[in-house]
């Protein structure tokens, strides 16, 4: 039946003739969709082959496997002190401190400029200090700490794996344009050709580098810089952020959305709290460095301060997540728990909350994982610091993975850290994706269907 | 037919302001003991507002008001004395959607008698549990998988499970809304069926949009009508000579 | 589908169950008491029995109530069970058939009012072999009519439309016979015009039980056979099978 004037044939007609240009508009806004999420997955793919390029090689570095002889000669020491019966403790520590003075004294380089000269006798005729250039400086301190340890080694012969110097590293790897001019090297010609002849006997390995992952950040002996440091404070810092900032959003989000009357103030609230999950993350850092460091005088570049920064930070988030997990349990589970006559806590711990404890979990962890890779906030912190220990507490100075990898980009031998740098963001996104995985792992491990 | 029961609960010109709108303008009427009475009317009358004032389900809605009296043998429930936990107790209610917990069937009908300590052992629970089971004519189907999800259910056992729910707290009332509109036609007719069993126990008030079922189901038929209880009377006389020219015209189709 | 008895049972609801069971019931007791009522109001003419005609006057109350009851019944359960195919034919069937069977009742309690009458006469009425003959012709007719509404049986009810026939065959030979009597002794006149009632009080009977029989078919077959010849009415029960 053809209602108005068309006729049904008419009418199909028309609507044909209208169907090919809405196919038109439809296929234009797939097409458009579609390049959008190629687009962005290449952007995706490109930034994990260059990341993973770089950064993968630096977890293996040149490293010496070297007999060193600790030679009584050169190590010329008292006995350790012991304690003798009558001294009070403060004396025996006193010349235990002098003793202590007396194996720093030592010149641990020649040891190892030794211990090269005798794997490579061609060596003994160039200058030491080409010598001394192969091996990274820190690494006199492990022959140190081993003597100071146990100074009964002293007159042995130790097998060793000892850093190669950055340069060194980077010169084998062929990180640096061989064909340079001298000037231009780093290392000097004969210092070169001694390490490409170590190499080629193999005393020179390109191994896997646990200074990497044990040591922390170093600027003497570049090659053994390391994140241990700054994986231990932002370790800390997470830590912080999970007991601090998840229990108290969620139990604030829990009041606000079952418990809070629905008045001015806590509209207020709700609209402060979307607000600041807005503010830029810089001025929590200001926030933090006013009353953490200068109000409750807590020290600086330490986790302490910036765990609560970060909880600071990831507060609002977490409410926001909560909040939303707990308004998409449908109300129907709420009614039936108040109709059996359960009260208002136990319909809200007993029902809604199991059930949107998934939704609770992610967006806890996401804001977790946000915090970990925050960078601003904590340069103004001072997490920027310079920080050669790890931190034992997170009262301790430290150094936090996102500063880190801030740090080592900045740092001048570019061709040894533009690796190390990668390598550092690599560990970084395989803490992050292990957070979320844990994320994805937990929400289908509590996941119900009502 | 009604008229030598007790009264078990009783509403006196009940108002329900939503904000500065009025829902319900002076209802009064009586719920009998072991009756099953229904209300109906258009979408929009407040019956169901009604039903929810008479287990203060209302409460939980921002800005929602109840003036008037509503007494459970003869005590004021909205009195500040009475405790709403303890209310919605004895005052049971099921919804119009199935809405078992997440939880076991067992777990969904033990709930209620474990929060209100019903049960002194887990033997006294278990039995609990099967009788309501029993009663709501669910036992046979799942006894065998009483530790399985009650959202694994079908649409009407699921409702049977929320029916078996609520009298495993032995309320004295029962307040159904739409229990069936979920529901396919065969699994509704087992509702009305068991609705009808439980009026030996229970009292009921059910609302319903579907006329036809209230007069399969109730003893009693209250026809509300923009917020206004019009009529209410014995099924049997509202179905075949309404009093009023507004029930006539709704039970007729004749409506507006 | 199935033929047994039981086919009105099964419903989810119990309570409809019992009381399409309590209709079908109050029903056949209904049509046990009119089939007495016919089958006593025949006895009380033949054998002058003015005390079994007045019983038999008194008992038409009794089927009236019977009828009430089931009426208001029928409508109880029209508006509150909303019966459908078969529910709603078996209600709707009962529903006319019980005020067939009233108003067998009814021509039962005017045979008994002209037995009373005869009965006061001294001289014994002629015609009263043709009565008890189409008397018990029409009784067995009802009998079989309820018999088969208690078996759900087709068959015997489309017999018993097609005996109805025999019954108009027999009224229509009584009524020449009693005719020729008339014709005869016109002193009888009165007394044969009431006998004449009687025998179409009986023919209708038969025709009311023909009408239970139609209402049967209609009941189980869905089919309406009123107002059918019969050849036609094998055809459209044969188009069933």
């Known amino acids: 039946m053809p209602i108005g004037r068309l006729s049904s044939a008419e009418v199909e007609a028309r609507v044909v003739r209208s169907l090919k240009k809405r196919h038109i508009k439809e296929k234009a806004f797939r097409a458009v969709g579609l390049s959008g999420v190629v687009t962005g997955l290449v952007l995706v793919l490109i930034l994990f082959t260059s990341i993973l390029s770089r950064g993968l090689p630096a977890f293996w570095q040149a490293t010496f496997e070297l007999d060193v002889y600790f030679n009584p000669e050169i190590i010329r020491i008292d006995p350790r002190p012991t304690q003798t019966s009558g001294e009070s403790s403060g004396d025996f520590r006193e010349r235990e401190l002098a003793w202590l003075t007396q194996v720093n004294m ?345 | 037919m009604s008229t030598n029961k007790t009264v078990r609960m009783s509403a006196n010109d009940v108002r329900v302001f939503y904000g500065d709108k009025e829902a319900i303008k002076g209802v009064s009427v009586d719920i ?121 259910l079908s649409g009407g056992q699921q409702q049977r499970l929320c029916i078996a729910r609520t009298i495993a707290v032995s309320p004295e009332v029962i307040l159904m809304d739409e229990p069936c509109s979920a529901l396919d036609p065969i699994a509704t007719a087992t509702v009305e069926e068991l609705i009808e069993e439980l009026s030996s126990q229970f009292s009921i008030a059910i609302v319903t949009h579907s006329m036809q079922q209230a007069a399969r189901v109730s003893n009693r038929t209250a026809y509300f009508h923009l917020g206004k209880l019009i009529e209410v009377g014995d099924t049997d006389e509202v179905f075949t000579k309404p009093k009023n020219e507004l029930t006539e015209a709704y039970i007729t189709g004749r409506f507006g | 589908m199935k033929k047994d008895g039981n086919v009105y049972g099964n419903h989810i609801s119990q309570s409809f169950n019992e009381e399409l069971a309590a209709l079908k019931s109050r029903f056949l007791e209904m049509g046990g008491l009119v089939e007495t009522q016919v089958l006593q109001a025949v006895k009380a003419l033949t054998e002058r029995d003015a005390e079994l005609a007045n019983l038999v006057r008194d008992e038409d109350k009794v089927v009236d109530r019977y009828e009430m009851k089931i009426d208001d019944a029928a409508i109880h359960i029209l508006a509150r069970r909303q019966p459908t195919a078969r529910d709603l034919r078996l209600v709707v069937s009962i529903i006319k058939a019980v005020s067939d069977l009233e108003r067998i009742g009814d021509e039962s309690k005017k045979i008994a009012k002209l037995a009373l009458q005869l009965v006061e006469g001294d001289k014994t009425p002629n015609g009263l072999t043709e009565i008890r003959h189409i008397g018990q012709h029409v009784a067995t007719m009802l009998n079989g009519a309820l018999e088969a509404f208690a078996r759900l049986d087709v068959e015997k009810a489309v017999e018993i439309i097609k005996e109805d026939k025999n019954v108009d065959a027999e009224y229509k030979t009584a009524s ?44 189980v077959e869905g089919e309406d056979v009123r107002h059918t010849k019969i050849d036609q009415l094998n055809e459209q029960l044969k188009r069933l099978d």
Not at chain 1, 233 to 247: C, K, N, R, T
Not at chain 1, 278 to 287: K, M, T, W
Not at chain 1, 435 to 440: H, S
């Open chain 3, 176 to 219: 020449r016979s009693l005719m020729t009597y008339m014709m005869e002794d016109p002193r009888t006149i009165s007394e044969c015009m009431s006998v004449m009632w009687v025998f179409r009080a009986l023919e209708r009977v038969g025709d009311h039980a023909c009408n239970l029989a139609e209402h049967i078919v209609y009941m």
């Open chain 1, 106 to 450: 030592v010149n641990w380089n020649r040891l190892l400029e030794d211990s090269v000269i005798a794997a490579a006798p061609e060596a003994a005729a160039m200058a030491r200090r080409d010598v001394r250039r192969l091996i990274t400086s820190g690494e006199r301190f492990q022959l140190r700490e081993m003597v100071a340890e146990n100074p009964s080694i002293i007159g042995e012969t130790r097998r060793l794996r000892l850093l190669a110097d950055a340069n060194v590293d980077v010169w084998l790897r062929g990180n640096i344009d061989r064909s340079l001019p001298d000037a231009q090297q780093q290392l000097s010609r004969a210092t070169r050709d001694l390490a490409d002849k170590l190499f080629e006997e193999g005393i020179i390995k390109i191994r896997f580098s646990q200074a990497l992952f044990m040591n922390p950040d170093s600027r003497s002996s570049l090659a053994s810089a390391g994140l241990a440091g700054a994986f231990v404070g932002s370790l800390f810092m997470m830590l912080i952020v999970m007991f601090l900032a998840v229990p108290v959003g969620v139990a604030s989000a829990i009041y606000l959305e079952e418990f809070a009357p629905k008045n001015k103030l806590t509209d207020l609230i709700e609209v402060n709290i979307n607000n600041l999950a807005a503010v830029p993350s810089i001025v929590f850092g200001l926030l933090g460095a006013a009353i953490f460091i200068n109000t409750f005088n807590l020290p600086m570049s330490t986790p302490i301060v910036g765990g609560l920064v970060l909880s600071l930070m990831t507060l609002p988030t977490v409410i926001i997540a909560t909040r939303s997990a707990l308004k998409a349990v449908p109300p129907s589970i709420r009614q039936a728990a108040l109709g059996v006559g359960a009260s208002r806590v136990q319909t809200v711990f007993g029902h809604v909350l199991p059930l949107a404890i998934p939704g609770i979990l992610t967006g806890a962890i996401l804001g977790v994982a946000q915090a970990l890779g925050e960078t601003a906030p904590l340069l103004l912190i001072g997490m920027n610091a310079f920080v050669t220990n790890i931190a034992s507490t997170p009262f301790e100075q430290s150094a936090a993975l996102p500063v880190q990898i801030y740090l080592w980009q900045g740092n001048e031998l570019r061709n040894f850290f533009e690796a190390r740098t990668s390598a550092a963001i690599i560990v970084l996104l395989a803490l992050m994706i292990s957070l979320n995985a844990f994320a994805i792992w937990l929400r289908k491990k509590f996941e119900r269907r009502w």
């Open chain 2, 32 to 152: 009998m003991e072991n009756e099953v009475i229904a209300f109906i009317g258009p979408s929009g009358c407040g019956k169901s507002t009604f039903l929810r004032c008479l287990n203060r389900m209302n409460d939980t809605i921002e800005g929602c008001r109840v003036e008037g009296e509503i007494t459970l043998d003869g005590n004021n429930i909205y009195d500040s004395r009475m405790d709403p936990v303890l209310l919605r107790a004895r005052v049971g209610m099921v919804f119009q959607r199935p809405n078992p917990f997440p939880k076991s069937i067992y777990e969904n009908v033990a709930y209620g008698p474990r929060i209100h300590g019903l049960a002194s052992s887990k033997r006294d629970l278990d039995e609990i549990v099967e009788v309501s089971l029993s009663k709501a004519g669910l036992w046979d189907e799942v006894k065998d998988r009483l530790m399985e999800p009650g959202t694994g």
